[in-house]
């Protein structure tokens, strides 16, 4: 256990914040297997901008995201055709 002030202090932060990205990447994740199995745009607008917001707060990598997305793309692509 932290003795000092300020790191009992990040560690509540840090517990704080590791439910809210829990919660975020859970949420993400059931979207990507709901847009999986039901592909449309709806569920891909959603997949999408849930990807980069996590991106933006560094949660996913630049470049996981980019993939995610492009194989899910590519994926509506070839139920359509």
Known sequence: MPIIKSAKKKMRKDKKR???NDLIQKDL???????RRE??????????SK???A??????????????KS???KSAATKSA
């Open 71 to 73: 194989r899910l793309a």
């Open 29 to 35: 994740k059931s979207l990507l297997k709901n847009a």
């Open 51 to 53: 990807l980069d917001k």
């Open 55 to 68: 991106v933006k707060t560094h949660l996913v990598h630049a470049n996981t995201a980019a993939r995610l």
């Open 39 to 48: 592909p449309s745009v709806k569920t891909f607008s959603a997949v999408f």
């Open 18 to 20: 590791t439910l809210l």
